[in-house]
Protein backbone atom coordinates (compact mmCIF):
# COMPACT_ATOMS: atom_id res chain seq x y z
CA UNK A 1 0.00 0.00 0.00
CA UNK A 2 3.16 2.70 0.45
CA UNK A 3 3.69 2.84 -3.36
CA UNK A 4 0.26 2.26 -4.28
CA UNK A 5 0.76 6.45 -4.78
CA UNK A 6 3.05 5.61 -7.61
CA UNK A 7 0.32 4.04 -9.79
CA UNK A 8 -1.69 7.32 -10.07
CA UNK A 9 -0.38 8.98 -12.52
CA UNK A 10 0.22 5.55 -14.41
CA UNK A 11 -3.56 4.73 -14.54
CA UNK A 12 -4.11 8.58 -15.48
CA UNK A 13 -2.81 7.82 -18.74
CA UNK A 14 -4.42 4.73 -18.92
CA UNK A 15 -8.13 5.68 -18.16
CA UNK A 16 -10.21 7.69 -20.49
CA UNK A 17 -10.73 11.52 -20.24
CA UNK A 18 -13.57 13.13 -19.92
CA UNK A 19 -14.25 15.50 -22.59
CA UNK A 20 -16.09 18.90 -21.65
CA UNK A 21 -19.39 19.40 -21.78
CA UNK A 22 -20.12 15.59 -22.88
CA UNK A 23 -20.21 12.19 -20.85
CA UNK A 24 -17.10 10.64 -19.69
CA UNK A 25 -15.19 8.59 -22.26
CA UNK A 26 -12.44 8.64 -24.80
CA UNK A 27 -11.28 12.46 -26.46
CA UNK A 28 -11.89 12.88 -30.05
CA UNK A 29 -9.23 10.99 -32.64
CA UNK A 30 -8.38 13.90 -35.07
CA UNK A 31 -10.24 12.82 -38.02
CA UNK A 32 -7.06 12.97 -40.56
CA UNK A 33 -3.56 12.71 -40.04
CA UNK A 34 -1.27 15.09 -40.00
CA UNK A 35 1.40 15.92 -42.81
CA UNK A 36 3.68 15.22 -40.45
CA UNK A 37 1.90 11.83 -39.19
CA UNK A 38 1.13 10.74 -43.05
CA UNK A 39 5.11 11.38 -43.95
CA UNK A 40 5.67 8.98 -40.62
CA UNK A 41 2.92 6.65 -42.00
CA UNK A 42 3.73 6.18 -45.21
CA UNK A 43 8.05 5.62 -44.57
CA UNK A 44 7.14 3.05 -42.26
CA UNK A 45 5.02 0.91 -44.50
CA UNK A 46 6.92 1.90 -47.58
CA UNK A 47 10.11 1.33 -46.35
CA UNK A 48 9.91 0.18 -42.63
CA UNK A 49 11.98 3.20 -41.56
CA UNK A 50 11.47 6.57 -39.74
CA UNK A 51 11.80 9.34 -41.87
CA UNK A 52 15.05 10.95 -41.00
CA UNK A 53 15.16 14.55 -40.15
CA UNK A 54 16.45 15.77 -43.25
CA UNK A 55 13.43 14.28 -44.93
CA UNK A 56 11.03 15.99 -42.46
CA UNK A 57 12.59 19.09 -42.81
CA UNK A 58 12.60 18.82 -46.75
CA UNK A 59 8.56 18.85 -46.16
CA UNK A 60 8.41 21.66 -43.76
CA UNK A 61 7.44 24.13 -46.01
CA UNK A 62 4.78 22.45 -48.26
CA UNK A 63 1.02 21.63 -47.55
CA UNK A 64 1.43 17.94 -47.83
CA UNK A 65 3.52 14.77 -48.65
CA UNK A 66 4.32 15.51 -52.45
CA UNK A 67 3.54 12.55 -54.89
CA UNK A 68 7.48 12.93 -56.09
CA UNK A 69 8.71 11.53 -52.44
CA UNK A 70 5.80 8.87 -52.50
CA UNK A 71 6.78 8.01 -55.64
CA UNK A 72 10.53 7.91 -54.57
CA UNK A 73 9.94 5.54 -51.44
CA UNK A 74 7.51 2.98 -53.82
CA UNK A 75 10.65 2.96 -56.52
CA UNK A 76 13.41 2.19 -53.43
CA UNK A 77 14.84 -1.44 -52.85
CA UNK A 78 13.50 -0.89 -49.63
CA UNK A 79 10.24 -0.78 -50.64
CA UNK A 80 10.66 -3.89 -52.21
CA UNK A 81 11.82 -5.43 -49.13
CA UNK A 82 8.67 -4.71 -47.30
CA UNK A 83 6.44 -6.09 -50.32
CA UNK A 84 8.58 -9.15 -49.86
CA UNK A 85 7.78 -9.54 -46.16
CA UNK A 86 4.22 -9.23 -47.08
CA UNK A 87 4.80 -11.84 -49.28
CA UNK A 88 6.06 -14.15 -46.87
CA UNK A 89 2.57 -14.04 -44.99
CA UNK A 90 1.29 -15.14 -48.20
CA UNK A 91 3.64 -18.13 -48.81
CA UNK A 92 4.46 -19.48 -45.48
CA UNK A 93 8.42 -20.30 -46.65
CA UNK A 94 8.99 -22.14 -44.16
CA UNK A 95 11.80 -25.02 -45.32
CA UNK A 96 13.18 -25.89 -41.73
CA UNK A 97 11.54 -29.23 -41.68
CA UNK A 98 12.75 -30.90 -45.28
CA UNK A 99 16.06 -32.04 -45.27
CA UNK A 100 17.75 -31.77 -48.70
CA UNK A 101 20.40 -34.79 -48.98
CA UNK A 102 19.73 -38.23 -47.65
CA UNK A 103 20.38 -38.70 -43.77
CA UNK A 104 22.53 -41.92 -45.01
CA UNK A 105 24.85 -39.01 -46.08
CA UNK A 106 24.59 -37.12 -43.21
CA UNK A 107 28.93 -36.63 -41.94
CA UNK A 108 29.19 -35.58 -37.89
CA UNK A 109 31.77 -34.87 -36.27
CA UNK A 110 34.00 -36.59 -33.56
CA UNK A 111 36.64 -35.05 -32.71
CA UNK A 112 38.10 -31.47 -31.80
CA UNK A 113 41.90 -30.26 -33.12
CA UNK A 114 42.62 -27.08 -31.48
CA UNK A 115 45.46 -26.44 -34.30
CA UNK A 116 42.55 -26.24 -36.64
CA UNK A 117 41.53 -22.83 -38.35
CA UNK A 118 38.98 -20.91 -36.53
CA UNK A 119 35.49 -20.58 -38.29
CA UNK A 120 36.86 -23.60 -41.17
CA UNK A 121 33.06 -25.45 -40.50
CA UNK A 122 30.69 -23.21 -39.06
CA UNK A 123 30.95 -19.81 -37.28
CA UNK A 124 31.54 -21.37 -33.67
CA UNK A 125 32.93 -24.20 -34.56
CA UNK A 126 36.55 -25.96 -34.94
CA UNK A 127 35.92 -29.27 -36.17
CA UNK A 128 38.17 -31.45 -37.79
CA UNK A 129 37.30 -35.40 -37.85
CA UNK A 130 34.09 -36.66 -39.25
CA UNK A 131 32.35 -39.97 -39.38
CA UNK A 132 29.21 -40.94 -41.45
CA UNK A 133 26.07 -41.26 -38.55
CA UNK A 134 24.23 -43.65 -41.45
CA UNK A 135 23.44 -47.17 -41.31
CA UNK A 136 25.69 -47.72 -43.99
CA UNK A 137 28.53 -48.46 -41.49
CA UNK A 138 26.93 -50.89 -39.37
CA UNK A 139 26.84 -53.66 -42.35
CA UNK A 140 30.76 -52.98 -42.67
CA UNK A 141 32.31 -51.86 -39.36
CA UNK A 142 29.88 -54.15 -37.15
CA UNK A 143 28.60 -51.37 -35.12
CA UNK A 144 28.30 -47.79 -34.89
CA UNK A 145 31.78 -47.04 -33.62
CA UNK A 146 34.50 -43.97 -34.79
CA UNK A 147 37.78 -44.54 -36.93
CA UNK A 148 41.01 -44.93 -35.76
CA UNK A 149 42.96 -41.37 -34.96
CA UNK A 150 45.48 -42.46 -37.19
CA UNK A 151 45.92 -42.54 -41.15
CA UNK A 152 44.67 -45.01 -42.77
CA UNK A 153 45.98 -48.04 -44.86
CA UNK A 154 45.20 -49.60 -48.02
CA UNK A 155 45.42 -52.62 -50.07
CA UNK A 156 47.32 -52.61 -53.54
CA UNK A 157 43.93 -52.81 -54.93
CA UNK A 158 43.46 -49.14 -53.60
CA UNK A 159 40.34 -50.95 -50.96
CA UNK A 160 40.74 -49.44 -47.14
CA UNK A 161 42.00 -51.77 -44.83
CA UNK A 162 40.34 -52.45 -41.72
CA UNK A 163 41.64 -54.08 -38.24
CA UNK A 164 39.42 -55.98 -36.02
CA UNK A 165 38.36 -55.36 -32.46
CA UNK A 166 35.63 -57.37 -30.12
CA UNK A 167 33.59 -54.52 -28.37
CA UNK A 168 30.51 -55.91 -25.85
CA UNK A 169 31.22 -59.37 -27.59
CA UNK A 170 30.52 -57.55 -31.07
CA UNK A 171 33.49 -58.09 -33.42
CA UNK A 172 33.64 -54.56 -35.27
CA UNK A 173 36.34 -53.27 -38.15
CA UNK A 174 38.05 -50.08 -37.86
CA UNK A 175 40.07 -48.23 -40.26
CA UNK A 176 41.89 -45.20 -40.14
CA UNK A 177 41.73 -41.53 -41.73
CA UNK A 178 42.32 -39.54 -44.99
CA UNK A 179 42.67 -35.76 -45.30
CA UNK A 180 40.30 -34.78 -47.39
CA UNK A 181 39.53 -30.85 -48.36
CA UNK A 182 35.40 -30.93 -48.27
CA UNK A 183 33.49 -28.75 -51.14
CA UNK A 184 31.77 -26.90 -48.41
CA UNK A 185 34.90 -25.89 -46.53
CA UNK A 186 37.34 -22.63 -47.28
CA UNK A 187 40.25 -24.21 -49.90
CA UNK A 188 42.91 -22.08 -48.13
CA UNK A 189 41.80 -23.69 -44.64
CA UNK A 190 43.38 -27.13 -43.35
CA UNK A 191 42.03 -30.68 -44.75
CA UNK A 192 39.61 -32.75 -42.69
CA UNK A 193 40.51 -35.74 -41.71
CA UNK A 194 37.47 -38.04 -42.28
CA UNK A 195 37.27 -41.97 -41.38
CA UNK A 196 38.82 -43.31 -45.17
CA UNK A 197 35.44 -45.95 -45.71
CA UNK A 198 33.45 -42.27 -45.66
CA UNK A 199 35.80 -40.65 -48.10
CA UNK A 200 35.68 -43.77 -50.54
CA UNK A 201 35.94 -41.43 -54.17
CA UNK A 202 34.81 -44.26 -56.46
CA UNK A 203 32.08 -43.25 -58.84
CA UNK A 204 30.27 -46.86 -59.10
CA UNK A 205 30.45 -49.69 -56.54
CA UNK A 206 31.80 -53.26 -56.80
CA UNK A 207 28.20 -54.00 -57.28
CA UNK A 208 27.55 -52.07 -59.95
CA UNK A 209 25.25 -48.82 -58.42
CA UNK A 210 26.12 -45.43 -59.26
CA UNK A 211 27.60 -43.71 -55.97
CA UNK A 212 25.83 -40.38 -56.63
CA UNK A 213 22.42 -41.54 -56.39
CA UNK A 214 20.30 -42.42 -53.37
CA UNK A 215 19.74 -45.85 -54.42
CA UNK A 216 23.55 -46.21 -53.43
CA UNK A 217 22.92 -44.20 -49.69
CA UNK A 218 23.67 -48.75 -48.25
CA UNK A 219 25.82 -49.65 -50.79
CA UNK A 220 29.47 -49.88 -48.71
CA UNK A 221 31.20 -50.27 -51.68
CA UNK A 222 30.40 -46.22 -52.10
CA UNK A 223 31.80 -43.57 -49.92
CA UNK A 224 30.87 -39.71 -50.44
CA UNK A 225 32.84 -39.27 -53.41
CA UNK A 226 35.68 -36.91 -54.47
CA UNK A 227 35.69 -33.87 -51.88
CA UNK A 228 32.86 -35.55 -50.42
CA UNK A 229 30.90 -34.21 -53.03
CA UNK A 230 27.90 -37.01 -52.13
CA UNK A 231 27.61 -36.21 -48.59
CA UNK A 232 26.63 -32.88 -46.58
CA UNK A 233 26.93 -31.64 -42.92
CA UNK A 234 24.52 -29.49 -41.17
CA UNK A 235 25.79 -25.91 -42.33
CA UNK A 236 24.95 -27.17 -46.15
CA UNK A 237 21.60 -28.48 -44.95
CA UNK A 238 20.95 -24.72 -43.25
CA UNK A 239 22.71 -22.51 -46.38
CA UNK A 240 20.26 -24.43 -48.77
CA UNK A 241 17.08 -23.70 -46.66
CA UNK A 242 17.94 -19.94 -46.97
CA UNK A 243 19.23 -19.96 -50.26
CA UNK A 244 16.05 -21.44 -51.63
CA UNK A 245 13.50 -19.30 -49.67
CA UNK A 246 15.87 -15.96 -50.87
CA UNK A 247 15.94 -17.10 -54.96
CA UNK A 248 11.84 -16.48 -54.16
CA UNK A 249 12.60 -13.21 -52.14
CA UNK A 250 14.81 -11.66 -55.32
CA UNK A 251 11.96 -12.80 -57.93
CA UNK A 252 9.71 -10.68 -55.98
CA UNK A 253 11.93 -8.50 -55.64
CA UNK A 254 12.90 -7.94 -58.88
CA UNK A 255 9.55 -8.00 -60.20
CA UNK A 256 8.29 -4.68 -58.07
CA UNK A 257 11.77 -3.14 -58.83
CA UNK A 258 11.58 -3.34 -62.23
CA UNK A 259 8.21 -2.05 -62.36
CA UNK A 260 6.20 -5.53 -64.02
CA UNK A 261 3.15 -6.59 -63.84
CA UNK A 262 2.55 -8.29 -60.59
CA UNK A 263 1.03 -11.40 -62.31
CA UNK A 264 4.66 -11.86 -63.64
CA UNK A 265 5.77 -12.95 -60.05
CA UNK A 266 3.73 -15.94 -60.29
CA UNK A 267 3.77 -16.85 -63.70
CA UNK A 268 7.53 -15.61 -65.34
CA UNK A 269 10.20 -17.93 -66.02
CA UNK A 270 12.92 -15.63 -63.34
CA UNK A 271 14.78 -17.30 -60.64
CA UNK A 272 17.74 -16.86 -58.90
CA UNK A 273 20.87 -19.11 -58.52
CA UNK A 274 23.94 -19.02 -55.48
CA UNK A 275 26.87 -21.05 -54.70
CA UNK A 276 24.53 -23.96 -52.59
CA UNK A 277 21.61 -24.03 -55.25
CA UNK A 278 24.14 -24.96 -57.84
CA UNK A 279 26.04 -26.94 -55.78
CA UNK A 280 23.18 -28.99 -55.12
CA UNK A 281 21.37 -29.41 -58.34
CA UNK A 282 25.04 -30.50 -59.96
CA UNK A 283 25.76 -33.15 -56.86
CA UNK A 284 23.83 -33.23 -54.23
CA UNK A 285 20.44 -33.90 -56.02
CA UNK A 286 20.66 -37.50 -56.77
CA UNK A 287 21.24 -38.45 -53.22
CA UNK A 288 17.99 -36.53 -51.94
CA UNK A 289 16.21 -37.41 -48.60
CA UNK A 290 12.32 -37.83 -48.32
CA UNK A 291 12.00 -35.00 -50.76
CA UNK A 292 13.60 -35.01 -54.37
CA UNK A 293 14.13 -32.22 -56.38
CA UNK A 294 14.28 -34.62 -59.28
CA UNK A 295 13.89 -34.90 -62.35
CA UNK A 296 15.42 -31.80 -62.50
CA UNK A 297 13.32 -28.68 -63.65
CA UNK A 298 16.31 -27.18 -64.61
CA UNK A 299 19.05 -27.26 -67.31
CA UNK A 300 22.19 -27.87 -65.05
CA UNK A 301 24.47 -27.07 -68.14
CA UNK A 302 23.32 -24.05 -68.66
CA UNK A 303 24.18 -23.23 -64.76
CA UNK A 304 26.99 -20.91 -63.49
CA UNK A 305 30.16 -21.57 -62.36
CA UNK A 306 29.64 -21.17 -58.62
CA UNK A 307 31.02 -23.02 -56.07
CA UNK A 308 29.48 -23.75 -52.67
CA UNK A 309 31.05 -21.12 -50.70
CA UNK A 310 29.53 -18.64 -53.08
CA UNK A 311 26.64 -18.17 -51.52
CA UNK A 312 26.58 -14.36 -51.83
CA UNK A 313 26.95 -14.74 -55.50
CA UNK A 314 23.22 -14.55 -57.07
CA UNK A 315 22.56 -14.76 -60.79
CA UNK A 316 19.54 -14.72 -62.39
CA UNK A 317 18.33 -17.63 -65.03
CA UNK A 318 15.51 -17.51 -67.22
CA UNK A 319 13.93 -21.00 -66.25
CA UNK A 320 12.01 -23.63 -69.08
CA UNK A 321 8.99 -22.93 -70.48
CA UNK A 322 6.90 -25.30 -68.23
CA UNK A 323 7.77 -22.71 -64.98
CA UNK A 324 4.69 -21.09 -63.64
CA UNK A 325 6.92 -18.52 -61.22
CA UNK A 326 7.36 -19.07 -57.65
CA UNK A 327 3.75 -21.27 -57.89
CA UNK A 328 6.48 -23.98 -59.34
CA UNK A 329 10.09 -22.62 -57.17
CA UNK A 330 11.37 -25.33 -55.02
CA UNK A 331 10.54 -23.46 -51.86
CA UNK A 332 6.67 -23.40 -52.87
CA UNK A 333 6.45 -26.85 -54.05
CA UNK A 334 8.50 -28.74 -51.00
CA UNK A 335 6.84 -26.08 -48.47
CA UNK A 336 3.39 -27.63 -49.80
CA UNK A 337 4.01 -31.20 -51.04
CA UNK A 338 1.09 -32.25 -52.24
CA UNK A 339 -1.23 -31.33 -55.25
CA UNK A 340 -4.01 -30.37 -52.99
CA UNK A 341 -2.17 -28.40 -50.53
CA UNK A 342 -0.34 -25.95 -53.38
CA UNK A 343 -4.11 -25.28 -54.83
CA UNK A 344 -5.54 -24.65 -51.35
CA UNK A 345 -2.68 -22.45 -50.61
CA UNK A 346 -3.02 -20.28 -54.03
CA UNK A 347 -7.00 -20.13 -52.95
CA UNK A 348 -6.54 -18.97 -49.92
CA UNK A 349 -3.15 -16.29 -50.78
CA UNK A 350 -4.07 -15.38 -53.85
CA UNK A 351 -7.97 -15.68 -54.51
CA UNK A 352 -9.14 -15.52 -50.99
CA UNK A 353 -11.24 -17.94 -51.19
CA UNK A 354 -10.33 -20.16 -48.67
CA UNK A 355 -12.07 -24.00 -48.70
CA UNK A 356 -13.86 -23.84 -45.43
CA UNK A 357 -17.43 -25.56 -45.18
CA UNK A 358 -20.66 -23.62 -45.50
CA UNK A 359 -21.94 -21.69 -42.40
CA UNK A 360 -24.62 -24.25 -42.18
CA UNK A 361 -22.53 -27.18 -41.70
CA UNK A 362 -22.18 -30.35 -44.08
CA UNK A 363 -24.77 -32.37 -44.50
CA UNK A 364 -24.83 -35.86 -42.67
CA UNK A 365 -23.46 -38.49 -45.19
CA UNK A 366 -25.32 -41.94 -45.20
CA UNK A 367 -23.23 -45.45 -45.52
CA UNK A 368 -22.46 -45.72 -49.02
CA UNK A 369 -21.70 -41.90 -49.84
CA UNK A 370 -19.06 -42.02 -46.76
CA UNK A 371 -17.33 -44.69 -48.15
CA UNK A 372 -16.94 -42.78 -51.65
CA UNK A 373 -12.98 -42.95 -52.73
CA UNK A 374 -13.55 -39.85 -55.52
CA UNK A 375 -13.87 -36.78 -52.93
CA UNK A 376 -15.54 -34.85 -55.66
CA UNK A 377 -18.72 -37.23 -54.94
CA UNK A 378 -18.36 -38.17 -51.42
CA UNK A 379 -20.87 -36.53 -48.90
CA UNK A 380 -18.93 -33.76 -46.61
CA UNK A 381 -16.11 -33.36 -49.05
CA UNK A 382 -17.54 -32.50 -52.00
CA UNK A 383 -18.42 -29.27 -51.44
CA UNK A 384 -14.69 -28.13 -51.38
CA UNK A 385 -13.39 -31.09 -53.18
CA UNK A 386 -15.43 -30.29 -56.65
CA UNK A 387 -13.47 -27.42 -56.44
CA UNK A 388 -10.32 -28.39 -55.05
CA UNK A 389 -9.37 -31.53 -57.23
CA UNK A 390 -9.45 -29.78 -60.69
CA UNK A 391 -7.47 -27.01 -59.13
CA UNK A 392 -4.73 -29.25 -57.68
CA UNK A 393 -4.69 -30.99 -61.09
CA UNK A 394 -2.93 -27.91 -61.88
CA UNK A 395 0.21 -28.61 -60.16
CA UNK A 396 -0.20 -32.49 -61.96
CA UNK A 397 3.63 -32.15 -63.69
CA UNK A 398 5.25 -31.59 -60.62
CA UNK A 399 6.10 -34.37 -58.29
CA UNK A 400 3.74 -34.81 -55.12
CA UNK A 401 6.05 -35.07 -52.15
CA UNK A 402 8.97 -33.25 -54.18
CA UNK A 403 10.04 -30.78 -56.70
CA UNK A 404 10.86 -32.40 -59.77
CA UNK A 405 9.28 -31.77 -63.08
CA UNK A 406 7.34 -34.76 -64.86
CA UNK A 407 8.18 -33.99 -68.34
CA UNK A 408 5.46 -35.60 -70.59
CA UNK A 409 8.13 -36.95 -72.73
CA UNK A 410 9.54 -38.87 -69.84
CA UNK A 411 6.38 -39.20 -68.26
CA UNK A 412 3.36 -40.16 -70.11
CA UNK A 413 -0.26 -39.96 -68.95
CA UNK A 414 -0.21 -44.10 -68.69
CA UNK A 415 2.52 -45.90 -67.96
CA UNK A 416 1.84 -49.52 -69.01
CA UNK A 417 4.67 -50.95 -67.01
CA UNK A 418 3.37 -48.99 -63.47
CA UNK A 419 0.13 -50.36 -64.12
CA UNK A 420 1.07 -53.85 -64.53
CA UNK A 421 3.26 -53.29 -61.14
CA UNK A 422 0.28 -52.21 -59.38
CA UNK A 423 -1.66 -55.11 -60.17
CA UNK A 424 1.14 -57.49 -58.84
CA UNK A 425 2.93 -59.17 -61.86
CA UNK A 426 6.30 -57.39 -60.78
CA UNK A 427 7.90 -54.89 -58.05
CA UNK A 428 7.21 -51.06 -58.82
CA UNK A 429 9.71 -49.09 -59.67
CA UNK A 430 10.51 -46.13 -57.21
CA UNK A 431 9.42 -43.63 -60.76
CA UNK A 432 6.25 -45.57 -60.80
CA UNK A 433 5.69 -45.60 -56.52
CA UNK A 434 6.58 -42.02 -56.85
CA UNK A 435 4.54 -40.47 -59.97
CA UNK A 436 1.87 -42.79 -60.51
CA UNK A 437 -1.15 -44.61 -58.69
CA UNK A 438 0.19 -47.91 -58.15
CA UNK A 439 -2.07 -48.72 -55.10
CA UNK A 440 -6.10 -48.91 -55.29
CA UNK A 441 -7.47 -48.33 -52.61
CA UNK A 442 -10.83 -49.25 -54.01
CA UNK A 443 -12.09 -50.79 -57.09
CA UNK A 444 -13.36 -47.25 -58.33
CA UNK A 445 -9.75 -46.71 -58.08
CA UNK A 446 -8.47 -49.52 -60.40
CA UNK A 447 -9.14 -47.97 -63.86
CA UNK A 448 -6.65 -45.23 -63.15
CA UNK A 449 -3.71 -47.87 -62.25
CA UNK A 450 -0.88 -46.86 -64.26
CA UNK A 451 -1.59 -43.08 -64.12
CA UNK A 452 0.20 -39.96 -63.59
CA UNK A 453 -1.62 -39.61 -59.59
CA UNK A 454 -3.03 -35.99 -60.98
CA UNK A 455 -5.81 -38.12 -63.19
CA UNK A 456 -7.17 -40.18 -60.66
CA UNK A 457 -10.84 -39.44 -60.85
CA UNK A 458 -10.29 -36.15 -62.92
CA UNK A 459 -13.09 -35.28 -65.41
CA UNK A 460 -12.43 -34.99 -68.91
CA UNK A 461 -12.75 -31.02 -69.54
CA UNK A 462 -10.16 -31.15 -66.51
CA UNK A 463 -7.45 -33.01 -67.86
CA UNK A 464 -5.87 -30.07 -69.96
CA UNK A 465 -5.27 -28.11 -66.10
CA UNK A 466 -2.23 -30.80 -65.97
CA UNK A 467 -0.20 -29.64 -68.40
CA UNK A 468 -1.00 -26.23 -68.41
CA UNK A 469 0.48 -25.88 -65.01
CA UNK A 470 -0.47 -23.27 -62.31
CA UNK A 471 -0.14 -20.44 -64.63
CA UNK A 472 -3.65 -21.14 -66.08
CA UNK A 473 -5.08 -20.42 -62.61
CA UNK A 474 -3.56 -17.18 -62.51
CA UNK A 475 -4.84 -15.74 -65.67
CA UNK A 476 -8.09 -17.56 -65.03
CA UNK A 477 -8.29 -15.44 -61.90
CA UNK A 478 -7.20 -11.92 -63.63
CA UNK A 479 -9.97 -12.60 -66.46
CA UNK A 480 -12.85 -13.15 -63.86
CA UNK A 481 -11.23 -10.54 -61.39
CA UNK A 482 -10.90 -13.16 -58.13
CA UNK A 483 -7.23 -12.01 -58.87
CA UNK A 484 -7.11 -8.54 -58.85
CA UNK A 485 -10.00 -8.02 -55.86
CA UNK A 486 -7.79 -10.54 -53.68
CA UNK A 487 -4.77 -8.62 -54.43
CA UNK A 488 -6.35 -5.16 -53.38
CA UNK A 489 -7.91 -6.80 -49.86
CA UNK A 490 -4.36 -8.38 -48.62
CA UNK A 491 -2.23 -5.41 -49.85
CA UNK A 492 -5.13 -2.75 -48.10
CA UNK A 493 -5.50 -5.00 -45.00
CA UNK A 494 -1.20 -5.27 -45.17
CA UNK A 495 -1.07 -1.14 -45.36
CA UNK A 496 -4.22 -0.52 -43.30
CA UNK A 497 -3.41 -2.65 -40.56
CA UNK A 498 -6.62 -4.30 -40.90
CA UNK A 499 -9.88 -5.51 -42.94
CA UNK A 500 -11.84 -3.56 -45.20
CA UNK A 501 -14.98 -2.38 -43.53
CA UNK A 502 -18.48 -3.03 -45.47
CA UNK A 503 -18.50 0.38 -46.14
CA UNK A 504 -15.14 0.63 -48.18
CA UNK A 505 -16.22 -1.82 -50.90
CA UNK A 506 -16.42 1.17 -53.33
CA UNK A 507 -13.13 1.96 -52.21
CA UNK A 508 -11.22 -0.85 -52.66
CA UNK A 509 -13.01 -1.01 -56.44
CA UNK A 510 -11.35 2.33 -56.82
CA UNK A 511 -7.97 0.88 -55.83
CA UNK A 512 -9.09 -2.01 -57.84
CA UNK A 513 -9.27 0.30 -61.06
CA UNK A 514 -6.06 2.02 -60.83
CA UNK A 515 -4.35 -1.51 -60.43
CA UNK A 516 -5.99 -2.86 -63.75
CA UNK A 517 -5.12 0.00 -65.58
CA UNK A 518 -1.27 -1.23 -65.26
CA UNK A 519 -1.12 -4.36 -62.97
CA UNK A 520 1.49 -3.19 -61.56
CA UNK A 521 2.26 -3.47 -57.67
CA UNK A 522 3.05 0.05 -56.84
CA UNK A 523 0.28 1.42 -58.75
CA UNK A 524 -2.06 -0.29 -56.39
CA UNK A 525 -0.09 0.33 -53.60
CA UNK A 526 0.06 4.29 -54.48
CA UNK A 527 -3.74 3.85 -54.57
CA UNK A 528 -4.24 2.72 -51.34
CA UNK A 529 -2.08 5.07 -49.38
CA UNK A 530 -3.17 8.55 -51.38
CA UNK A 531 -6.53 7.59 -50.69
CA UNK A 532 -8.72 9.53 -47.59
CA UNK A 533 -8.85 5.92 -46.28
CA UNK A 534 -5.35 5.77 -45.60
CA UNK A 535 -5.51 9.26 -43.98
CA UNK A 536 -7.44 8.60 -41.21
CA UNK A 537 -5.76 8.44 -38.21
CA UNK A 538 -5.53 4.50 -37.65
Same mark, same amino acid.
Given at each position: MRLSWLLVPVLALLLPTAVEGDAPGCAPEAPWLSRDEYLRALSLDLRGVVPTMEEYESVAAMDDVPASLIDAWLASPEHAARVVRHHRDLLWPNLSNVRFVDFRRRLGSIGTDAACVEGYVGPDTCRRWYRSTSSTTLPVRGAAVACDDVPATFDEDGNVQFRTEVRDGTTVRIEGWVEVRPYWADPSAPPLRVCAFDAQERSVSPSGRACDTRDAS????????? @??????????????????????????????????????????????? @?????????????????????????????????????????????????????????????????????? @?????????????????????????????????????????????????????????????????????????????????????????????????????????????RAYAFLRPEHEANVDEGPAALVRDGLADGRFTECSVLTTSRWLLGRPLEPDEEAWSREVASAFVASFRYTDMERAIVTHETYRRVR
Open positions: TDPGCGCGP @NLAWCDVQDVQNALVSSFAADVERRIAAAIEGGEPYATVFTGRRAFV @NGPIVTYYRQLAGVYDSVPLTPLAVDVDALPDLGFRDSETWVEIELPAHHSGVLTSPLFLMRFQTLRARA @NRFYDAFLCEPFQPPSGGLPVAGEAESREADLQLRAGCRYCHAILEPAAAHWGRWMPQGAGFLDPASFPTFAPECAECARGEETCSATCSMAYLTRALSPSEEPYLGML
